[in-house]
């Protein structure tokens, strides 16, 4: 892990964070992890992605209930395991909280959302960053992506960025979204996409000496 690094993003819905990661990655030529997590916390697990698609982002009170039931045996390929294995969104954080620590461990990547920066709180080498948006462009960019009216974006936003700091805050005893949580906030309306990604980059490669 010497000369590895690890940028972790936070962000708001619709403020590009997504795009601006994936981005820097290229940039510096390190892999990239989003929604990728997801399938690699399953096949780590044995555990259904659904399972991972349903917890992903919330905090724990109550996610699994309703269509899984509140218990539900772990399943691997030797078959489900003792039901006092409870499936929770707890045992969940902490699969994916190994992948991410595994990466992490191996190479240098860039990680969005998912308490990444918390979970890696320990990692020599990190930036953890906040990507903001004026809420103009926020709903303009969810409309464009999703097909969807300004009405429906707004309400889109507010649930995400609700579900986010949830989550955030429950698992990190943080502040989601509160500059002292993070080493760079930065609002991509000022800049743009591709200049925030420029920026960010400079930030990192002054910050870890690359």
Partial sequence: MSGSYVINIGRQLGSGGKE??????????????????????????????????????????GIIGGLFGMRFPF?????AMPCTNC??????FKVQSDVIRHLAA????????RCADYILREHPRCVNVFISASKEDRIARLCQIHHIDEEAAEEMMEKADKKRSEYY????YKTWGAAATYHLCVDSSSLGIEE??????????????L
């Fill in 75 to 79: 399943i691997s390929e030797e078959g």
């Fill in 87 to 92: 499936l929770s969104n707890d045992a969940l």
């Fill in 20 to 61: 601006i990661g994936e981005k820097l990655a290229a940039r510096l030529g390190i892999d990239f992890y989003d929604k990728e997590l997801i399938n690699l916390a399953s096949e780590e697990s044995g555990l259904c992605r659904e399972f991972f698609e349903k917890a992903d982002e919330k905090a724990s009170q």
């Fill in 196 to 209: 925030t990604v420029r920026f960010v980059e400079e930030f990192v490669v002054k910050k870890l000496k």
């Fill in 169 to 172: 805050n429950y698992y990190s």
């Fill in 106 to 113: 191996e190479k240098s990547c860039v990680f969005v959302g």
